[in-house]
Each structure stands twice: as structure tokens, then as C-alpha cells.
């Protein structure tokens, strides 16, 4: 199949360049497109052959439901059995936005949609390119992440056609998304609303406007304990993760940088590509030839938005050891270094216990 690549300029577009995405999503086929958190890669929410088609498409395994666009709240009533007054509070607060929740699905979403649970999940995206695509196609558009299953997920286009070209009807590429990291996953079914999976929206901006929220002990889990089964399917799959030995290294940061530098070296000195994932404030400060400055500390939005772009680059040049500096994992931090822990699988480096001649 040939990918149509489409550009489209999310600041400033006309319905009619939409279409043909249109037409093919309405056809059954699949169509790849922006939204603020990553891309997505997007089939008829209420057709099983999509959301199949969909799985084929990534190499997903279907048991790992996909989420549900809608352009309106009111969508919401069409899709979910029960609506909470939580819920509709989240709503109204977060959407559009990167906020996705949980909600026991009517029967018209197909168990093909939701991997066979009785529970579907939903999103009302902001991003201009996506609310048009949902709203002129007329359609709920299901779409998980527009990237191979287990590869980081795509921020730019260019991801999307690494990834998929060939497999996919069409990719809209409209420029490097905004926010980086995928929505937050909340599940409303529980008495007590549940995180699944950290994103942009935190907890604390969660319990502002319903109160308690509780967190997947999965995801606090500094590693994958096996009794504890993550909530969100998706989250038990290897994820993120570059093909390089990544490491974690924590600690103070002058120790951290050096510890780094020696273990870099020794790789070096080995023949071993090695790579350095750091922040903007201390990335001058590492000799190794592959240094990669993620973002700034003081703006945790920005390595948000570098992180899966980066991850791509050690795959692209080949780094067998990639040692990552650790962020604050407060707010926005706990989405990062979820995901950056995934990528790494857990593997952690305490700066302080490692000798050096
Ligand atoms: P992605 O679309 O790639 O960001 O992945 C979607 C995420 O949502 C996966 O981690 C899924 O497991 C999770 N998810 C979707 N629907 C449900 C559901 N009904 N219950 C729990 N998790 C869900
Ligand atoms: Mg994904």
C-alpha cells in the first residue's frame, strides 16, 4: 500500500484539506494524525474491522484496547453507560485536552475497540487538526499511539513514516505535536477515580476538581513488581524503548555527571557506542562524543516534548549503553520518569555506589 503524506498547517487550515482523510476513515482505512499529547493512528471507532485493522497496522496485540476520540462532550452520553458528576467535573475542566477516562462502554463500541473489555476509553483531543478530522468525518475515531508496538511514540511525522509507511493509508503531518508524552489515563468505573497512566494533567490538578484520586500501584512500583498487574493493558507491554542497554543514573548531580563520564568512557574505551541523555544545565559538562540535551530542568513541558525524539535518535545511531540523568519525578515529572523508567527497563544506577579508579 502507498502512504499518502499529507502536510497540514494545524495554525491555519481549510476543512476541505481534510477530505481525503475523511473519505478513507470513513472507508474503514487508516489514517494517522496530530493531537496535543502524540500522534495518533486513527480507524472508525464503531467498525471492528478498523480497530483490526489498526492492530495489524502497529503489531499490537489485540488484547490492548484503544482509546476513542470524540469532538464533543456530548458524544461522551453516546459512548458510556454511566456518566459520573466526577466525571462530567473532568470533563469540563480538562477537555478538550490530554485527559483520557474510563467509562463502561455502551454495546455499540466493539469489543474489537476495547480488547474486549466492558469498559471503553475516551478522549476529547484539543488539537485543531485532530477536532476537525473527528468533527468533518463524522465519526468517533478510535486511535492508540501512531507508532510500532514497542517503539517510542511519535511526536513528528517523520516518526509516523518510520514507523508505518507502507501499512497505512495516510499520515497527516501537521509539524512536532506540543505536549510529548501520552494523556493521562484515568479510570472513572472506580469508586475512588484511578490513574492508569501518568500524564500531563497530574493528580493534584485531578483532585482540584473531584478530590481523591488514587494511583495504579503499578505505575509507583519503582520497578515491575510481578503481583502487581497494571490496570491500563497497555502498560504491561515493553514500552518506549530504544534498542541500546539504557540506564537510569540517580543521585546527586555533580556525582551523576561523573559517574556518567566514567561509565561512557569505559564503553568507549571497549568500542561501544555510548550515549548521554541530559538537561540543558549540565550537558556541556560530559566529554562522550553522543551527548543528547533532553530539556530544561526549569521547564519539565520541554523534556516532555524531546523525550520520545531522543529515544528515536540512540536506535538511529546505533547507542549500545545509554546513560540517562534522572528527573524530578513531582507533577509533570511522574509521566516523564514513567516513562523514561519503561524505556530503560527499570534499570537504575546509584551514583554514589559506583567506584571509580
Ligand atoms: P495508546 O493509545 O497507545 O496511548 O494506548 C492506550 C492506552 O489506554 C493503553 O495503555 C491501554 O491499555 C489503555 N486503555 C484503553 N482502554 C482502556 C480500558 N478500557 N481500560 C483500561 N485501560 C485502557
Ligand atoms: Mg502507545
Redesign the pocket.
Known sequence: MTTIVQKINPEKFRDEELTSACKLLRQGEIVAFPTE??Y?LGGNALVPEAAENIYAAKG?PSD????VHIADREALYDIAEYVSEKAEALAKAYWPGPL?M?FR?KSKIPLST??G?Q???VRMPSHPVARALIRLSDIYIA???A?ISGRP?PTKAEHVVEDLSGRIAMILDGGQVGIGI??T?V?MTEPVPMI??PGYVTKKMLEQVIGEVQTDPAILASEPAKHIVA?????KYRHYAPRGQMYIVEGEQGKVVEVINHLAALREKEGQRAAVIASEETKNAYYCEHVYGIGSRKIEGSIAAGLYDILREMDKIGAAYIYAESFSDDRLGQAIMNRMLKAAGYQKIQAEGVRMR
Not at 64 to 67: F, K, T, V
Not at 231 to 235: D, I, L, N, R, S
Open positions: 499529547t502524540v495518533g499490537r490492548n484496547p484503544l482509546i483520557t474510563i462502554k476495547t480488547g473489555l469498559t471503553v476509553a486511535a492508540p499511539s507508532n511514540s501520552e494523556s489515563i479510570d492508569l497512566r490496570k491500563a493493558p497497555g502498560m
